[in-house]
């Protein structure tokens, strides 16, 4: 009987250890775009999050939500398989002013808190 116990509780912990996860990794140094100092005209305000699944498991991108309908993001409508690249593009009104703005992902990748991800961008748009 306890060898029996043994191999379930084996058994169990193996499976565990095992488990899949999706994990989002950002080329985009501390996940920040910077603009930089832009003239207003020209340019058109898109810039992309690159991102790799370093995970073993599909990554679900389920939305991105930005903080102001000045900044209007795209999430990949598939999921992205392991070891596979996608892509968030945003494109930013260009709006005379600083940038700072931040785009919030939520996702299933397990290396961050609630697979929530905030990515920002900056940088200031003249006349």
């Known amino acids: 009987m ?3 116990i043994a191999f379930i509780i084996f058994t169990l ?3 565990i250890s095992f488990s899949q996860a999706a994990k989002i990794e950002f080329s985009a140094k501390e996940n ?6 832009v003239t ?8 992309v999050f690159e991102f790799t699944n370093t995970g ?4 679900v991108i ?3 939500l ?3 309908g000045c900044t209007v993001p795209t999430k990949p409508e598939a999921p992205i398989m392991p070891g596979k690249k996608g892509k968030i593009e945003v494109k930013y009104n260009m709006a005379t002013g600083p940038i700072r703005k931040t785009i919030t992902v939520e996702s299933n990748a397990a290396n961050y808190e609630g697979g929530r991800i905030a ?3 900056k940088g200031e748009v003249i006349e």
Do not use: E, F
């Open 2 to 4: 306890q060898k029996i």
């Open 13 to 15: 912990c193996s499976n």
């Open 32 to 37: 920040t775009i910077d603009y930089g100092r």
């Open 40 to 47: 207003k005209g020209s340019d058109s305000g898109i810039r």
């Open 56 to 59: 073993n498991a599909p990554l």
């Open 62 to 64: 389920t939305n991105v």
């Open 66 to 68: 930005s903080t102001c």
């Open 119 to 121: 990515l920002k961008i």
